[in-house]
């Protein structure tokens, strides 16, 4: 089986799922590449050299070749590529073709009734709802997306992003948490969709109740100089420190010694691949609902924590608890560990979508029974934070 896909570049996010089916499919996968990396990103610490990597190839350097293994693979997937025109050749040819998708309506669902809208998103997805063609969801909000225009039919399935993955001996977990002041980290671009500012609330009501702590803010952007200036005025600088932009290996070693990590991005957020990591290096999560990620990889009170509504007072409420009931609730923090080594994985993906793809080819559709390539559920995103306590008050799965 030939395995294409075919993406607008390719990243540390996707890079452990390109390995793991590399290493399973040899030359027969392979990763295109659309377009350059955006400077900003290259300015993150994302760049890749893509020439080290045997299996990528990039469109805008090789457009005959790459269009060639297009047509003849067996199965392509699809994630957002700003080519459209090479998606419907192969669309149009009826071969087995997987799209990949974050949100369709970030903004809200009410930009669905848009006539030029509607014409564009029928042409894209719902003209081949037919066809062998499916939707894996990046993300817990794109289903519900895709079902409001009527697109793959009982064909959308869990899906996300599936950064590095660690694992550690029990004595090696134990030793990454060191006892003493509680340690706080904070990943991501300081823009206003992030909300960087919450941590200088959070830190100030941390402070006022005699805690014990340090903020670790890992990232850079157009607030950064606004949020050390809040820091300092509130005199807290000793409480924080800030580290710019650093590649993902320095990332992950910050969040391995932290107790906590908080992730406040808004709706706009698709996935939120910082929360793969967060868990992974078993910090307890405590993670705004409507970021793509959470409900798919978080059960409130069991591998973490989420608030509802891009809530501020609802995640302080949540931080100041696990300070008062640390000793009673830090197991959370290996619980994610576990989701990740065990199931929301690269390795784990890869032989599930090879499994998937190969019954997709025989017309048929047999999706996992959780996690990766699972049935995904379309919630309306007004309904999603419910939906998630209604499951958690019901579960006593262990993780």
Not at 297 to 307: E, R, S, W
Request: with cysteine.
């Amino acid at each position: 089986m030939t395995i294409t896909f075919v993406s607008n570049y390719i990243n540390h996010h996707q890079i452990p799922f390109s390995n793991a089916l590399y290493e399973r499919l040899g030359e027969d996968y392979c990763f295109i590449q659309t377009m350059p990396m955006e400077e900003e990103r290259v300015a993150m610490g994302w760049s890749v050299d893509v020439r080290s990597l045997p299996y990528v190839h990039c469109l805008y350097e090789e457009e005959y070749e790459c269009r060639k293994k297009i047509a003849e693979s067996d199965v392509v997937l699809f994630g957002w590529t700003g080519r459209e025109d090479i998606v419907a050749e192969r669309l149009e040819s009826g071969k087995t073709t997987i799209r990949v998708s974050e949100r369709l309506y970030r903004e809200g669902q009410w930009k669905a009734i848009s006539p030029r809208g509607l014409l564009a998103k029928y042409k894209e997805h719902v003209k081949y709802r037919k066809q062998n063609v499916c939707m894996l969801c990046a993300g817990a909000y794109t289903a519900s997306d895709f079902h409001l225009i009527g697109a793959y039919p009982n064909k959308m399935f869990r899906w996300g992003y599936f950064p590095e993955t660690r694992s550690y001996s029990e004595e090696e977990f134990a030793a990454l948490k060191k006892d003493g002041p509680l340690q706080l980290v904070w990943a991501g671009r300081f823009i206003p969709l992030k909300h960087p500012e919450y941590m200088v609330k959070l830190a100030q009501c941390l402070q006022k109740k005699g805690y014990d702590f340090k903020l670790h803010m890992l990232g850079s952007g157009d607030l950064e100089s606004e949020i050390k200036s809040q820091v300092e005025q509130a005199g807290l600088t000793d409480k924080f420190e800030f580290y710019g932009y650093q590649e993902p290996t320095k990332v992950r070693e910050v969040m391995e010694q932290c107790h906590i990590h908080l992730f406040t991005s808004n709706y706009l957020e698709g996935w939120g691949a910082v929360v793969n990591e967060g868990m992974n290096s078993g910090c307890v999560e405590v993670v705004n609902a409507q970021v793509g990620a959470a409900p798919y990889l978080i059960k409130h009170g069991v591998n973490g924590l989420v608030y509802p509504n891009d809530s501020y007072e609802e995640m302080e409420k949540l931080v100041v608890d696990l300070f008062e009931h640390w000793d009673e609730k830090k197991q959370m923090g290996y619980a994610a560990y576990q989701t990740i080594v065990k199931e929301w994985n690269a390795e784990h993906a890869a032989e599930e979508l090879l499994r998937f793809a190969k019954k997709l080819m025989q017309g048929k559709i047999a999706p996992a029974e959780s996690g990766p390539l699972s049935p995904a559920p379309a919630i309306a995103p007004g309904k999603m934070y419910r939906a998630m306590m209604n499951v958690t008050e019901k579960c006593n799965v262990e993780i």
